[in-house]
């Protein structure tokens, strides 16, 4: 039990949530879990007879052989009935036996709640992506593939969801996704307790897939993703500064969690290193591009856009790329990144040289590099003529655009 002493929103509490977690995995891979069933099973004709893949691959009939997969579909609409499967899935997943704990963990899986959905969609895509053949000895049948696919997606969700609710906790968040965030709506008390369970329920899940590598990839991310609150909480002014120090804590709070979560669907595919390294490349550099356009968009989005408050990081004394970018420029901004922006003077200041300076166009510059990087990963991934892993292939290099060009 956490020691009544320790404060919720205290650098020992984050430790200890980080020490707690580590030892429910230990626990789950120790105990090797039996397998739950697994329901619901998307299979491969599911896949080719959904609407939007037969209304793409008519379209390129129709067109000739000359089309290409670049004129196929919108990456969020080719797989949207299994995203929408894993959301009614994680909806059962967090019942707990405390209706009021049931309520507060399934507070962003409610219809209109939950969000873009970018990560199930990531790990599904690159699934289809990795349709290269491998022997069924090793992976097990096709469609017992892509339910366990599924189920990394629906962890990955869990995870992420989890680390928004302890995030807007820490950040005394008033908003969330357009509404009331939940420690706004239930207190801090529940949504920690909320969050906590949601962590355990995708580690158990994580049990079931009976693979260690797995587990252990996705216990890395989490022990990453509180790594870079405690890097951002116990920031120094001189690491302040640095671009070096920001790329990492961006890497650790934003990329890590997708990053892995798409290695780890390579590895349950029975894929060589190699290809599971590219699937976290992929990942690494989708993350800290959306990461960067979210930095843009707090200075230049609205609070109705954004679904929070905006220029929230530097009302926060948390320094992004925009002004890191500007203080290049003008080394006057220096002195006072390092104090903060405890004074509001600060802060009106520092947007007075943001909007003098290039901070926000090499900020989009530098999103542009990494979304082309992930690309890369694609490109590189091993040649196949399974038109469902083309397309797919395409999707991802194309979701990757659609990431840094939008506007909220």
């Not at 995203?83 to 967090?94: A, F, H, K, P």
């Not at 962003?108 to 349709?131: D, H, I, N, Q, Y």
Request: net charge negative; glycine share 6%; with cysteine.
């Amino acid at each position: 039990m956490l020691p009544r002493i320790i404060r919720w929103n205290s650098v020992p509490y984050i430790r200890w949530l980080q020490t707690y977690i580590c030892v429910i995995v230990c626990n789950l891979i120790k105990e090797n879990l039996e397998q739950n069933e697994i329901t619901n099973v998307c299979n491969r004709e599911r896949f080719l007879s959904s609407s939007c893949y037969c209304d793409s691959t008519r379209n390129q009939t129709s067109r000739g052989a000359g089309t290409t997969a670049k004129e196929m579909l919108d990456p969020f609409a080719l797989i949207k009935d299994e995203v929408s499967e894993i959301t009614y899935r994680l909806r059962s997943m967090v019942v707990s036996e405390v209706p009021e704990l049931t309520s507060a963990a399934g507070y962003f899986f409610r219809a209109g709640a939950e969000g873009k959905r970018t990560c199930p969609t990531v790990l599904l895509l690159m699934a289809s992506a990795l349709r290269i053949d491998t022997p069924e000895s090793i992976i097990g049948s096709k469609n017992e593939l892509r339910a366990r696919h599924m189920r990394v997606a629906e962890i990955t969700e869990m995870i992420h969801v989890a680390s928004l609710i302890h995030d807007d906790v820490l950040d005394v968040a008033d908003t969330r996704r357009g509404m009331d965030s939940l420690n706004s709506a239930v207190g801090n008390k529940l949504a920690v307790l909320a969050g906590d369970f949601l962590l355990f329920r995708a580690f158990s899940a994580a049990g079931s897939l009976d693979n260690t590598e797995v587990v252990s990839l996705l216990a890395t991310a989490l022990n990453n993703l509180v790594t870079g609150e405690l890097m951002q909480m116990t920031i120094t002014p001189a690491q302040r500064c640095r671009m070096d120090y920001y790329l990492q804590k961006t890497y650790y709070k934003t990329a890590v969690l997708i990053s892995n979560s798409c290695k780890a669907v390579a590895v349950l595919a029975g894929q060589t290193a190699e290809v599971a390294g590219l699937a976290y490349q992929y990942g690494r550099h989708l993350g800290i591009a959306y990461q960067l356009i979210d930095d843009i968009l707090d200075f230049t989005g609205t609070s109705a856009s954004l679904g929070k408050g905006s220029l929230s990081d530097i009302h926060q004394g948390i320094v992004t790329a925009p002004v890191l970018f500007a203080m290049e420029e003008f080394p006057e901004l220096h002195e006072i990144v390092e104090r903060g922006f405890d004074d509001p003077s600060d802060v009106a200041t520092a947007l007075e040289y943001l909007a003098k300076s290039r901070g926000i166009e090499r900020t989009k510059l530098l999103a542009t590099e990494h979304a082309k990087l992930a690309a890369d990963a694609v490109d590189a991934l091993p040649e196949v003529e399974d038109i469902v892993a083309l397309i797919s292939r395409q999707a991802l290099k194309d979701l990757a655009q659609k990431l840094i060009r939008r506007t909220k």
